[in-house]
């Protein structure tokens, strides 16, 4: 059973800067569709940032700037570096995958696995 696990979440200041770590079991990254998406409270959940499988990235214009999406092949896990936070980015963080099918690795596409997520908090 595939299994995405995110970690890295927290409080921080405005200004300051997270990284998120998604680990993916019985799924190797290399071979999908990953991105990462964030659902504040009251809020649709959005796609911040997707990497396909030739390692090209696509990012929200929220974030684009900001925010790096990653993976390390190697030790199958995706990352999301986080700089420049606001209170705005405050959202439970999700990692989510697809199979990759020829079509662009958006963040804006339709993902068929989810994590759980996790937490990030950011204050003024």
């Known amino acids: 059973q595939v299994q995405l696990m995110e970690s890295g979440g927290g409080s921080v200041q405005a200004g300051g800067s997270l990284r998120l770590s998604c680990r993916p079991a019985k799924l190797s990254l290399g071979t999908f569709c990953m991105a990462w998406f964030r659902q504040a409270p009251g809020e649709e959940r959005k796609g911040v940032a997707a990497?396909?499988?030739?390692?090209?990235?696509n990012y929200a214009d929220a974030v684009r700037g900001r925010f790096t999406i990653s993976r390390d092949i190697a030790e199958n896990v995706l990352y999301l570096e986080m700089n420049s936070l606001e209170p705005v980015d405050s959202a439970m963080y999700y990692c989510?995958?697809?199979?990759?099918?020829?079509?662009?690795?958006?963040?804006?596409?339709?993902?068929?696995?989810w994590g759980q997520g996790t937490q990030v908090t950011v204050s003024s």
């Open positions: 989510a995958a697809d199979w990759s099918n020829g079509l662009p690795c958006l963040p804006s596409g339709v993902f068929y696995y």
């Open positions: 990497i396909d499988t030739n390692g090209r990235t």
